[in-house]
């Protein structure tokens, strides 16, 4: 096939002039210039022109995003940091229960102090929710009062619980 190809190709250059040839030979070199130009250097030269034009605009939103994101940073640790108090609080606390489950007899707020009484709860249940709590409201255990029942496990509570900022 190359061979082929070849001896056409020789065939059709061997019966052109001199000047034909010189002719196609130019010709082909300008074909290969314009046909460089257009698929190569060109785009090229227009990607570099919309990139430079583009680059300031794409340089403020990044420092832009990059000071909204040191904010939303500020925020979230300043966020974590505020616990609920009062009403707020009581009201974090019996969402709290009936997410875990668990059904306080009754909930009131003394104070600054949130007391909650449970009568018949699985002790280790009440132990995940304080936990949970602690992490989650930033609360603490003042003062509680746990009697146990004849089936194991299960006690009668009364728990005091004020934010951890509180002494």
């Excluded at 939103?61 to 994101?69: E, G």
């Excluded at 500020?74 to 969402?95: E, F, N, R």
Aim: charged fraction near 20%; proline fraction near 3%.
């Amino acid at each position: 096939m190359k061979a082929e190809l070849a001896q056409s190709w020789a065939g059709f250059w061997d019966q052109r002039t001199e000047r034909e040839k010189t002719l196609l030979a130019w010709g082909g070199g300008v074909l290969a210039v314009v046909i460089a130009w257009s698929v190569l250097w060109a785009p090229a030269q227009d990607g570099r022109a919309h990139l430079r034009e583009s680059l300031p605009t794409l340089q403020r939103q990044l420092a832009q995003m990059t000071a909204q994101a040191n904010e939303a940073r500020q925020l979230s640790a300043a966020a974590q940091g505020v616990a609920p108090t009062g009403a707020a609080l009581k009201d974090a606390l019996t969402a709290s229960l009936g997410d875990h489950g668990l059904a306080a007899t009754q909930v009131q707020v003394i104070g600054n102090v949130v007391q909650i009484q449970m009568k018949n709860v699985a002790f280790p249940a009440w132990t995940s929710w304080v936990d949970d709590a602690r992490k989650q409201f930033k609360v603490q255990v003042a003062e509680a009062h746990v009697t146990a029942l004849k089936e194991d496990g299960q006690v009668d509570l009364t728990a005091s619980m004020q934010p951890s900022t509180a002494k």
